[in-house]
């Protein structure tokens, strides 16, 4: 429970994790998270934290991050749709689901209620993170030792931590497509660039034949000599010469 102390503690870990992401290299900045993670779990008494994104695969929210404070860990890449149907549904559309039970679940999330026993779970927080307008992920949180009420002052607080994650994440995002489209671009050049001395050596090629054919020195000089000067083009060499008697 966050109480007068701790909440200064809290804005002191808030700002320094938004400082710290600003500037941080994408390569840096799923650590970065996970490290935040621990820290929230850590001083608000929570035994782990997961964080989800929606990806562009119509897949709905995929666990990205995740840390425990013992070594059981959700699988890497699961999706909430498949253990978590109901809440995801409810995190998608907007909305925030405090659990202080996990027992309070409605009948219809039976699926989410066993996922929850499975894995331990006695009570739960999950808060919906955007971005841009948009549902850009999840942020949950457990309890695995005791129950816990949710004060309106801690889903505030990790609503905020939400938002620092989703501006670091997106701009990672962000920087990596944008890394991504440059080497393309560069890649684009390059072929380009093959394509264009490729064209030059087939026009050097065909230039050079119709050369010999038509237009070389020996040709010239051959015409040169022939009575019929009034063109030097071989056909009207051939047109002459079929006209002439014989």
Known sequence: MITSTNWHHFLTILGRLSAKFVNLPPEQVDDEVENAQRQICEMLG????????????????VLTHMWART????PAGMLAREL????STQLLAGRTVRLPSVEDL????????????TFGVLSNLSVPIS??????????????????????EEVEYLELIGQVF?????????????KTSFNDIVKLKERLEAEKEYLKDEARHYTGHREIIGESAPVKKLLSGCPMRASSSPWAVRRQSASMPG
């Open 166 to 178: 989703s501006n670091a994440l997106l701009r990672k995002r962000f920087d990596e497509h944008s």
């Open 71 to 74: 070594f059981d860990r959700y």
């Open 84 to 87: 978590f149907p109901w809440i």
């Open 46 to 61: 929570l035994d782990r934290c997961t964080l989800w994104q929606t990806l562009d695969d119509g897949r709905g929210l």
């Open 106 to 117: 409605p009948p219809e999330a039976e699926s989410d209620l066993r996922s929850f026993h």
């Open 131 to 152: 971005a841009g307008g948009k549902i850009f992920g999840a942020l949950t949180f457990a309890a695995l030792r005791d129950s816990r009420q949710w004060t309106d």
